[in-house]
């Protein structure tokens, strides 16, 4: 009897210890505190689990991987526009200009729309473009000269002084357009030996072109050009483009002409440029006009460039 009395006692008291415990009631333990001891789906005891003290270790370890993760993202963008930068800069190179800087020749730079003929073939509008060519020798040497420029400079000129405005004006579209081809003026052939005729043809990304050269130049001490000057010396060079144009061979048939105009004066560009803009558009047709400022010695209105 006394033994089931006992027995009695310590259920009485297992029960209540059970009631005020933390797992009791299917609760999820939000009541306990920090201090519950914690039933796994299991069936084991987990003691003094601290909810405050695994949160900030786990929050570190997600920023710190995180900010890692960014960097290096940060340092691909970096390398990723770095190499586009560079492979840009490279396909640069391969054209007229690179990133603004002058196109550099064996006898100076280049610098302005060097490279831009080339665009402007493929429209049937005329265009002025300007390029300023700075000869950094004293001397010209013709040794580098493309094949067709060097024949041209080998060979006999016709009269005047003419022949390195030529010369210069095939190489400058040789190293600007990567221009080939060279056919000379007595090389061309027409339906007809009258008229006006073109001083070479060559070409550029495979399209056949026609090219004049002239000069605006008055002489070595008169710098006092005018629009009319302009205007009398560009009607008389397109109209005879205009006329070559008409009668050239079909063997020889170009897509448009360039009229390369060299002068030594700076000053004199936007003269030239407001006097073309007024003449009439049968004038001025589809043809580049290609305006160069020599900068240097004056070789363009020396027949032989100065050569010593």
């Given at each position: 009897m006394r033994k089931n009395l006992v027995l009695g006692l310590v259920f009485v008291v297992l029960l209540g210890c059970g009631s005020g415990g933390g797992v009791a009631d299917g609760g999820d333990g939000a009541d306990c505190g920090s201090g519950c001891d914690v039933l796994t789906p299991g069936g084991d005891v987990v003691g003094d689990v601290e909810s405050d003290g695994t949160g900030p270790d786990s929050d570190s370890d997600s920023d710190s991987d995180s900010?890692?993760?960014?960097?290096?993202g940060s340092d691909s963008d970096s390398d990723s526009d770095s190499d586009s930068d560079?492979?840009?800069?490279?396909?640069?190179?391969?054209?007229?200009l690179t990133d603004g800087?002058?196109?550099?020749?064996?006898?100076?730079?280049?610098?302005?729309?060097?490279g831009d003929v080339f665009a402007?073939?493929?429209?049937?509008?005329?265009?002025?473009?300007q390029t300023t060519y700075t000869f950094s020798g004293a001397s010209f040497d013709p040794a580098g000269l493309e094949v067709g420029a060097k024949k041209r400079y080998d060979g006999v000129n016709a009269g005047g002084s003419s022949k390195c405005s030529e010369v210069m004006?095939?190489?400058?579209?040789?190293?600007?357009?990567?221009?080939?081809?060279?056919?000379?003026?007595?090389?061309?052939?027409?339906?007809?030996?009258?008229?006006?005729?073109?001083?070479?043809?060559?070409?550029?990304?495979?399209?056949?072109?026609?090219?004049?050269?002239?000069?605006?130049?008055?002489g070595p001490t008169n710098t006092n050009y005018t629009e009319a000057d302009a205007t009398k010396l560009l009607q008389k060079k397109l109209d005879g483009i205009v006329e070559s144009s008409a009668k050239v061979a079909p063997a020889d048939k170009w897509t448009k002409?360039?009229?390369?105009?060299?002068?030594?004066?700076?000053?004199?560009?936007p003269i030239l440029q407001?006097?073309?803009?007024?003449?009439?558009?049968?004038?001025?047709?589809?043809t580049i006009v290609l305006v160069t400022v020599e900068v240097g010695p004056g070789w363009i209105v020396k027949d032989d460039c100065g050569a010593p």
């Open positions: 900010d890692s993760d960014s960097d290096s560079s492979d840009s800069d490279s396909g640069s190179d391969s054209d007229g800087k002058p196109k550099q020749t064996a006898w100076g730079s280049i610098d302005g729309a060097c402007e073939l493929s429209t049937s509008q005329p265009s002025f473009l004006s095939m190489q400058l579209l040789v190293d600007c357009e990567a221009g080939g081809e060279i056919k000379t003026e007595t090389e061309i052939t027409y339906t007809s030996t009258s008229g006006a005729i073109t001083d070479y043809a060559l070409t550029i990304g495979g399209t056949k072109i026609g090219v004049s050269v002239t000069r605006a130049y008055l002409q360039v009229l390369h105009v060299w002068t030594l004066q700076p000053s004199w560009v407001s006097a073309w803009s007024k003449l009439d558009a049968a004038t001025r047709a589809d």
